[in-house]
């Protein structure tokens, strides 16, 4: 089993940049595809972006294409989401996930589809 802890949310301008990290412990990261989700007030939980465990490929919601960027260290067992060009409506409760993946498996874009949550970090965008 796999604990993932996420970092880095905050309260920035609109324009303005964060970058997101989840760590894991328990078991190596790099066994495992992860993905980030966001939850804004009243709304259900929404796909941003997905890695596959060696990070070679990658995925994201349209709204966050050129904006976002998703990677992952697994030697530090930290995977991690740039994000630039921030705008109000990325206020969110962003979570990391992770699904325990077979070698060659690529990024899984359903929140039914991982195992594994933290407990979420806070973004707030300010216009």
């Known amino acids: 089993q796999v604990q993932l802890v996420e970092s880095g949310g905050g309260l920035v301008q609109a324009g303005g940049s964060l970058r997101l990290s989840c760590t894991a412990s328990?078991?190596?990261?790099?066994?495992?595809?992860m993905g980030w989700f966001r939850q804004a007030p009243g709304k259900e939980r929404e796909f941003a972006a997905a890695i596959s465990r060696n990070g070679f490929n990658t995925d994201y919601a349209d709204s966050e294409k050129g904006r976002f960027t998703i990677s992952r260290d697994n030697a530090k067992n930290t995977m991690y989401l740039q994000m630039n060009s921030l705008k109000p409506e990325d206020t969110a409760i962003y979570y990391c996930?992770?699904?325990?993946?077979?070698?060659?498996?690529?990024?899984?874009?359903?929140?039914?589809?991982?195992?594994?949550w933290g407990q979420g970090t806070q973004v707030t965008v300010s216009s």
């Open positions: 996930s992770g699904k325990f993946a077979p070698l060659g498996d690529g990024v899984r874009v359903k929140s039914d589809e991982y195992d594994y």
């Open positions: 328990g078991r190596p990261s790099s066994a495992y595809a």
